[in-house]
């Protein structure tokens, strides 16, 4: 396996991966406790629609899907604040609308000849170098956030009503929230596809709760394990020739399971 490090295209794959597994394991974590999973499967499904309309107006795709995603999120951030009894129906719409946009876009555009499994369940193996100073850029400013409003966004996660009555900008912290799920998922698209992203958002964080008692503990956990499963799928993806993105949730499925079988050492 080790040999395999010297070509540049397995570099990348190993960086973008682990950028990934950062982006994941903090934003995640966040997704995790405040029970928004569906709204960030929404969020990712929606995004597909970014990527037909780049390619039938012949633009950079990642530029036209980040504006395209983070659009439809900060609609979907909207709703669930001020008519959430509806919230799962908008939601549920926007997904389904931005998915068939997509395909619609691809379908018209005359030329068309991209690689629609690459953009379902990632190309972590076709990643390019710039991609991988965008997802450094985006990893360092999530970090950046993450500590400027660790505080509100803490007291938000577990308990809403009393951080709007300590004057905390819940609603301006749910909208920054809801942006960066956005611009994550477009970063991970290109590790594990729009179809599987979700997982990478959720699994991990999910394991690390069981065995966590605070929230930067968590969101360090989330990530540690992020990178373990991706290096570890990777690694099966090379050795038995397997799509990649593919392999890394499998590997995180299994890890997913097999955590009901230990004790949780939080509560223990």
Partial sequence: MMEVLQFEFMQNALMA?????????????????????F????????SYGGVGLAFYLGLPVLPVTTAFTVFAALIMASVTLRARERADTVIGVIWAAGMALGIILLDITPGYNVDLMSYLFGSILAVPRSDIWLMVGLAALVFVIIIAFYRGFLVMSFDEEFARSRGVPVDFLYF???????????????????????????????????????LDTMMIVSTLLSAAFTVTGLALSYITDITSGAAIIAVASVCFFLSFLLPCKKNG
């Fill in 17 to 37: 991966g682990l950028l990934a597994s950062l982006i994941c394991g903090i934003i995640g974590t966040l997704v995790v406790v405040n029970r928004i999973v």
């Fill in 39 to 46: 709204i960030s499967g929404g969020i990712a499904h929606a």
């Fill in 176 to 214: 920054l929230l809801i942006t960066m799920i956005g611009l994550s998922v477009v970063m991970v698209i290109r590790v594990v596809g729009l179809i599987l992203v979700i997982a990478l958002l959720t699994i991990p964080p999910f394991i690390a709760e069981r065995y966590s008692r605070s």
